[in-house]
């Protein structure tokens, strides 16, 4: 029969496969709920470090003068006269050109990568840097800041000068000083300068920057090491 011949493969699949027909008829199991999570510890913030008891303030170049002679400058007072008339113009770029080159932002970076407070053998110390300039007088015993910290020292980065002639191709020295205070009675006030030569020359108007920029910046940390060195010796 037409019917059977068709049905005959079907019984004979379902009695091959009785599992999986059966897997199809069966009651689906419960659901098992899932554990509930233990609520995450709340971490504990990281205690704050305490900042140094002892303070360095800093403060950028007060003065920046730029000098360039020539032959003239050697012939009495009449020649030196001469002289600064001549290069007047000279020198009144090559300051500017030091006072933007190390600028107190630039003079702020180039102190941070010393490392002050361990150069100048003092404790662990804030350092604070001040954007203006502070002029000292000699006899000035106060501090310069209302900061009432016990342990307080000052650095002062009094001038930059500039300095070139027909013998000196370059040079930049720079006069430093720093005042250490016991409570509000300064107890060591310590100047110094030291001069750096040049390894080229200042640009001139249209030239590159970056090579005397870079001499500049050079100078200055060498100058600072120098006297820090210094200072540590005579203060330790």
Known sequence: MPGLKFALPVIGAMLAAPT???QTTATPAAPVAAPESAPLAASAPAPATPLPACELHVWPAALVMATTQGPAAGFG???????TAAHA???????????????????ARALRELDLPAKLHL???QVIFHDQAAGIKRDDAKRLTDST??????????GLSYF???VYSGQMRTFLEVRRFDGAMVTVDFRDSKHEVLTVKLPKDGED???????????????VAFFADKFARKYP
């Not at 113009?89 to 003079?107: C, E, M, S, V, Y």
């Not at 910290?149 to 009094?158: G, H, K, L, Q």
């Open 20 to 22: 999986a027909m059966a």
């Open 77 to 83: 007072l009449v020649g030196a006269l001469v002289d």
């Open 89 to 107: 113009d000279q020198n009144k770029r090559d300051a500017a050109f030091i006072t933007g080159a190390l600028d107190p932002q630039a003079q």
């Open 123 to 125: 404790p662990p110390s």
């Open 149 to 158: 910290a016990p342990c307080y020292t000052e650095f002062v980065v009094r």
């Open 164 to 166: 070139q002639n027909i």
């Open 209 to 223: 920057t970056g090579p005397a920029t870079d001499a500049l910046l050079t100078a200055f940390r060498g100058d």
